[in-house]
Nanobody, 123 residues
């Protein structure tokens, strides 16, 4: 079992950058592939990106490519989401999630979730 806690959200202006962190406790973080998702009011949960257990592979949807970067530090049991050139449409609650084995793009394939951190981008 792993517990996840996101942090780093806040209110920023369009064009700014923000780095979210996801701290894992319990079972070793390196056992899990990690994903980031977001959910805006009235919308479904959207895949933002994922990283393999070793950090050697990442995957992003087209909406995140070039602006978002996921990394991890297994020694610190922490996964990061670096977001650059933020837009108002990036406003959402951002969640990290964990699953054993390989990267997945679908939320239902993740077994463990954090509580989320709010990101608000003003225009």
């Amino acid at each position: 079992q792993v517990q996840l806690v996101e942090s780093g959200g806040g209110l920023v202006q369009a064009g700014d950058s923000l780095r979210l962190s996801c701290a894992a406790s319990g079972r070793t973080c390196s056992s899990y592939a990690m994903g980031w998702f977001r959910q805006a009011p009235g919308k479904g949960r959207e895949f933002v990106g994922a990283i393999s257990r070793s950090g050697g592979s990442t995957y992003y949807p087209d909406s995140a490519k070039g602006r978002f970067t996921i990394s991890r530090d297994n020694a610190k049991n922490t996964v990061y989401l670096q977001m650059n050139s933020l837009k108002p449409e990036d406003t959402a609650v951002y969640y990290c999630a964990a699953r054993l084995h390989n990267i997945a793009r679908v939320s239902r394939e993740y077994d463990h979730w954090g509580q989320g951190t709010q990101v608000t981008v003003s225009s």
